[in-house]
Nanobody, 124 residues
Framework: QVQLVESGGGLVQAGGSLRPPCAASGRTFSRYALGWFRQAPGKEREFVSAITWGGASTYYADSVKGRFTISRDNHKNTVTLQMNSLRPEDTADYYC?????????????????WGQGTQVTVST
């Protein structure tokens, strides 16, 4: 089992950038695909991005495509979400997650390890 801890959230103006990293513990980190999800107040958790176990393929929700970039470093056991051109509608708690499905998934149910979340607030 892998344990995940996010950091790097915060308050940013619209158009700005954030790069929250997610650090993982556990020797099996490279055996997991990783994803980022977000949940705004009163809304369901939604898929943001995923990356396969080796990092060869990445996937994005339409709402963030072209603005967000996911990457991973299997030597440092980290996964990072570079968020550019942030919009007020990106405001949410952001969670990283790990799934044994090596090709990744956009379905929260497929992930069996979750971080505690980091808050991102985008002001106008």
């Amino acid at each position: 089992q892998v344990q995940l801890v996010e950091s790097g959230g915060g308050l940013v103006q619209a158009g700005g950038s954030l790069r929250p990293p997610c650090a993982a513990s556990g020797r099996t980190f490279s055996r997991y695909a990783l994803g980022w999800f977000r949940q705004a107040p009163g809304k369901e958790r939604e898929f943001v991005s995923a990356i396969t176990w080796g990092g060869a393929s990445t996937y994005y929700a339409d709402s963030v495509k072209g603005r967000f970039t996911i990457s991973r470093d299997n030597h440092k056991n980290t996964v990072t979400l570079q968020m550019n051109s942030l919009r007020p509608e990106d405001t949410a708690d952001y969670y990283c997650a790990a799934t044994p499905r090596l090709t990744g998934s956009s379905v929260p149910y497929d992930y069996d390890a979750w971080g505690q979340g980091t808050q991102v607030t985008v002001s106008t």
